[in-house]
DNA sequence: CCTTTGTTTCTGTCTTTACAGAAATTAAAT
DNA sequence: ATTTAATTTCTGTAAAGACAGAAACAAAGG
């Protein structure tokens, strides 16, 4: 496939980005360039406009189509499988967002909640510092299921929060006032 | 400075942690290590309990420093610097938060941006492909609005709304159902 | 002004990760 | 069943990043 210069821009950037949001480059190059294309496109397609190697095609298609991000078509007549990108950038951000969050918030959960546990004995550690440990565990408990609440919502609903903003805080800062100096 | 074993535990995981958030090893290690510190502590002390590299030490706090989770406090009698980490766990996420955004999102911005203004003249993209590329854009910008707007709400009015989570977005639902029809 | 102590920069090594190319495996078609 | 085409796994190499140790630098105290 010809990339025109825009796209080409798009997708090596696309690429760099990967490198510092964990994902490899090649796969977040195959990723953006399935995403911009209109038609399905075989693995040797993707060989030879990204020019890497078949077998990192292959793993990084492994890997696309595990995240969900991208889904096998077969196209008549062609006994190769074809791959097309999820379209949706919602439900693309929601992906993405959902596996950081597998790899980079739950399994420090998962040891903030041992290390809760093991404190309890601990003989040598100081009280205000299993004191922060917990802080840090509450935080993460209730920002994550915030998360989960919010994760569910429609796109439009979010986006209208989303849009609300500033407002919306306003509202409850007023609102909750009460109960916000109580807990202060 | 003599680390109990929960302390160990949860210091190595945040290291470890800190390699999928782009942040290096010792750097994260560091900065749990005077997260959780009773005392100042000098580079000397960090040397002797993570048993790295002064030199390691000396980059690492100063990037901790440049990000603003650590600060320099001097103690009576003692010329060497000592550090401290910021302690407010709600501080603590909003400075990662806007980093990790600065070094994530906003170059993307930038890029997409450009490529928005060049697709104009780009003779071999299609328009279909364009399209694509411009809602990333505006998703992107939506978002980063958003994001702006919240970030200098108070943390107790945040956590409400986090708590409030999912019955928010019904009540959103329910009252903008008209227009969010239109929307669609 | 020199010595001592603390800090930063530099250089080479080691570890990790990404990747190409080859070999092996699987699957479809005749 | 055999051949051909497609895909995956394996292996070695190359590139990037992290880090230790040494050397250079800076600053405070005598």
């Known amino acids: 496939m010809k990339l025109s210069p825009t796209m080409q821009k798009y997708i090596v950037h696309w690429g760099e980005m990967g490198t510092r949001w964990g994902v490899n480059r090649t796969v977040a190059q195959i990723h953006a360039l399935l995403f911009l294309a ?3 496109m075989n693995a040797e397609d993707i060989v030879e406009t990204l020019n890497v190697a078949r077998s990192n095609v292959s793993n990084s298609l492994k ?11 077969h196209v008549l007549g ?23 969050k597998k790899r980079e918030l739950d399994p420090t959960l998962t040891v ?66 009460d109960d916000d100096m109580a807990a202060k």
């Open 38 to 40: 209109n038609q399905p």
């Open 63 to 73: 890997e696309l189509q595990s995240w969900g991000l991208v889904k096998v078509q």
């Open 78 to 100: 062609d006994r190769r499988d074809h791959f097309v990108a999820l379209q949706d950038v919602w439900e693309i951000f929601r992906v993405i967002t959902e596996e950081r």
């Open 112 to 177: 903030l909640r041992e290390c809760a546990i093991e404190a309890e004995n601990d003989t040598e550690i100081e009280a205000a510092t299993r004191q922060k440990m917990d802080e840090v565990l509450v935080f993460l408990e209730m920002l994550l299921s915030g998360y989960d609440d919010f994760k569910h919502l429609p796109p439009s609903v979010v986006m209208k929060l989303l849009k609300m903003g500033g407002k919306l805080g306003q509202l409850v800062a007023i609102f909750g006032k």
